[in-house]
């Protein structure tokens, strides 16, 4: 059963640049989150998406955004780089529906440096 | 607010030896509460999973516990082999079955041969 992919693995960017990550979650999952993770902060939540809705969402600014497609897939985009987006971004896979039991389960993640 | 703590930050133990790993929560009405090994660079590996219902978990060497009402879980690493040495991370899921993972800083751990 394949795991969480997340691409890439590695950016980096310059400043007010923009920025769009991937993840395929687990085959049959339908919510996926996203994490930020750096040294000082450990590691925050951005949003989730389930059934291509997004159904939460952590406190950051709307640079930040994100969406679903139809097979689960979901993308990350950070518009208007700055220094401080250098960071591991996490993401995780769910069942997701109503009474859901089930853990999360993790990608890779993708290491963003902004430069 | 929901806050999650883990103490202590680091710990360094020679290879053998039985350890505990502590997590305390700030608001006990937590979903569930999950164990994880993160290895440098890399992403998150689900240790284990704990309802709230539940007292405790057990994986192989790994047990978790986990006390709501004192907002308190433990995770017990039997006989530690070098090959632990991870930073571990506690979350706890926050709001009901849709809600979020809440993590805190993470245990630093060092198993020396």
Same mark, same amino acid.
């Given at each position: !059963?394949?795991?969480? @992919?997340? /691409?890439?693995?590695?950016?980096? !960017? /310059?400043?007010?640049?923009?920025?769009?990550? #991937?993840? %395929?979650?687990?085959?049959?999952?339908? #919510?996926? %989150?996203?994490?930020?993770?750096?040294?000082?902060?450990?590691?925050?939540?951005?949003?989730?998406?389930? %059934?291509? @809705?997004?159904?939460? !969402?952590?406190?950051?600014?709307?640079?930040? $955004?994100?969406?679903?497609?139809?097979? $689960?897939?979901?993308?990350?985009?950070? %518009? /208007?780089?700055?220094?401080?987006?250098?960071? =591991?971004? =996490?993401?995780a896979s769910s069942f997701g529906g109503t009474g859901n039991n089930y853990g999360y389960t993790f990608g890779s993640g993708t290491r963003l440096t902004v430069v | 607010k929901q806050e999650v703590t883990q103490i202590p930050a680091a710990l360094s133990v020679p290879e053998g030896e039985n350890l505990v790993l502590n997590c305390s929560f700030t608001d006990s009405a937590i979903y569930n509460l999950q164990w994880f090994r993160q290895d440098p660079g890399k992403g998150l590996t689900s240790l284990l999973l704990i309802q709230s219902s539940q007292r405790e978990q057990t994986s192989g060497r790994l047990n978790a516990s986990l006390d709501k009402s004192s907002g308190r879980s433990t995770l017990y690493i039997a006989a530690s082999q070098p090959g632990d040495s991870a930073t571990y991370l506690c979350a706890v899921r926050h709001g009901g079955s849709q809600g979020n993972l809440i993590f805190g800083k993470g245990t630093k751990l060092s198993v020396k041969p």
């Open positions: !059963k394949a795991g969480v @992919t997340q /691409t890439p693995r590695y950016l980096i !960017k /310059t400043r007010g640049q923009q920025v769009t990550l #991937s993840c %395929s979650p687990i085959s049959g999952h339908r #919510s996926v %989150s996203w994490y930020q993770q750096t040294p000082g902060q450990g590691l925050q939540f951005l949003f989730e998406y389930f %059934s291509e @809705t997004q159904r939460n !969402k952590g406190n950051f600014p709307g640079r930040f $955004s994100g969406r679903q497609f139809s097979n $689960s897939r979901s993308e990350m985009n950070v %518009s /208007t780089l700055e220094l401080g987006d250098s960071a =591991l971004y =996490l993401c | -």
